[in-house]
Structures are given as C-alpha cells and as structure tokens.
C-alpha cells in the first residue's frame, strides 16, 4: 500500500497563470475525490469520480475548474486564469468503493500559492 | 445544507490530562458521521465512522460516541503524540457520493509534556 500520491508538494503561480495537479490513488480503489482545504478550516468537496466518470461536482467548482480521470486510473485538476483566492490545499482522497462505509484515504495534499 | 460546528477551536493539556472534543451536527439523513486526524502538513487520517446514536468506537487513547445532534472524542491520558487537529466530518443523504463529507473547521490539540 504506497498511498495516495499528488504531485506537486507545492506550486506557486502568479494571477492569471493556469496550474494542473496530479494524483495518484490507492491502485485498487475506483473512487476518487478532489478536496480543498484553506487554512484553519476543514476540507471542503469539489468532485468525485467513480472509476473515469465525473459523478458529482460542487458548486464550488467554477467554470474556470476541470477535472479528469482518463481510464479510472490518476486524476488531474485544472485550475484556469487563477485568481488570489483560489490559494490553498488541494487534498486528494480515494476509497475502495465498496458498499456505503466510505473511509476515505487523503494524499499529502498540493498547496497553492497565487501571488 | 449540513452543517458541522466543532469545539474548542484549540485545547491544551498536559500530558496525563483527560478532556473531550465536541462535534455538533446537522444533517438530512445521517449516512454517517466520522473522526479524522491531520498532523501539519499532511491530509486527513481517517480515525473512527460512526452510523447511529448510542454507538461508541475505541482506539488506543481516544473513544468517539454519537448521539442524534453531536458526536464527542474522549482522550483519555493523552500523550504529546496526539497532538494534531482532529476534524469531525458528516455524510447525509443528499448526492450521489458516498464521500461527499461535509467537515467542520476541526479542534487543534496539543499536550504538552
């Protein structure tokens, strides 16, 4: 069990600058889920996938937001045109899916940066 | 919209010390109600799920129990270890995502040696 995985640790960018993250689930688990997390606050939900389909997504995803899962395998988030609040952690989580006892397994998050 | 508040923002004790974390909740359908564990820098460490009132979950040092409107984390003799923030997160009814949590603003511990 190596974890989730995201890549970059860190990115910073200026305003306007489009960034793309990646992740890298638990190789047996078909869902996948995209959180973001601003200091001293809890996570918050973005999208889910279930294998490479887009099942869910919050209102909090705006249009300048996309996200991918090719195959059912990693995942990418697109951020265009980044803006100053669009900083913080962006946390990636999978789980087994099966049945409703979702335990949910974070990676180590990529945190944003937008000057 | 499911609503979660937790309490203290931050608690200190020392080491030894016994407290309670706080959770309260509203929900529209509770799928599920659970504990997580982040340390700086790091995701969320899933701690303990919760399905009903009435049921309580143990392990090592911390005990989780819910009822119908807020959930507790006992600490019992804590250790500097079990120092992080511990987040509380609810699954309700609505959407089609069995992880769609909605998590409140989470408890940062810290016990001092």
């Known amino acids: 069990d190596t974890g989730v995985s995201q890549n970059p640790r860190h990115k910073i960018t200026k305003r306007g600058q489009n960034v793309t993250f990646r992740c890298d689930p638990i190789?047996?688990?078909?869902?996948l889920y995209w959180y973001r997390q601003t200091l001293g606050q809890g996570p918050e939900f973005l999208t889910y996938?279930?294998?490479?389909?887009?099942?869910?997504k919050s209102r909090l995803l705006s249009d300048r937001f996309s996200a991918e899962r090719p195959k059912g395998s990693f995942s990418t988030l697109e951020i265009q045109r980044t803006e100053q609040g669009d900083s913080a952690m962006y946390l990636c989580a999978s789980s087994p899916g099966t049945g409703g006892n979702e335990k949910l397994f974070f990676g180590s998050g990529t945190q944003l940066s937008v000057l | 919209e499911d609503q979660v508040t937790q309490s203290p923002e931050a608690l200190r004790l020392q080491e030894g010390e016994s407290s309670s974390l706080n959770c309260s909740y509203t929900?529209?359908?509770?799928?599920?109600l659970f504990w997580y564990r982040q340390d700086p820098g790091k995701g969320p460490e899933f701690l303990f799920t919760?399905?009903?009132a009435g049921e309580e979950k143990e392990k090592e040092r911390l005990k989780a129990t819910l009822t119908k409107k807020e959930s507790f984390l006992h600490i019992t003799a804590p250790k500097p270890e079990d120092s992080a923030t511990y987040l509380c997160?609810?699954?309700?009814?609505?959407?089609?995502?069995?992880?769609?949590?909605?998590f409140g603003q989470g408890t940062i511990l810290t016990v001092h040696p």
């Open positions: 190789s047996e688990h078909n869902r």
């Open positions: 997160a609810v699954l309700g009814a609505g959407g089609t995502s069995y992880g769609k949590l909605t």
């Open positions: 996938f279930q294998n490479e389909a887009q099942l869910e």
């Open positions: 919760l399905y009903s």
């Open positions: 929900v529209s359908g509770l799928r599920g």
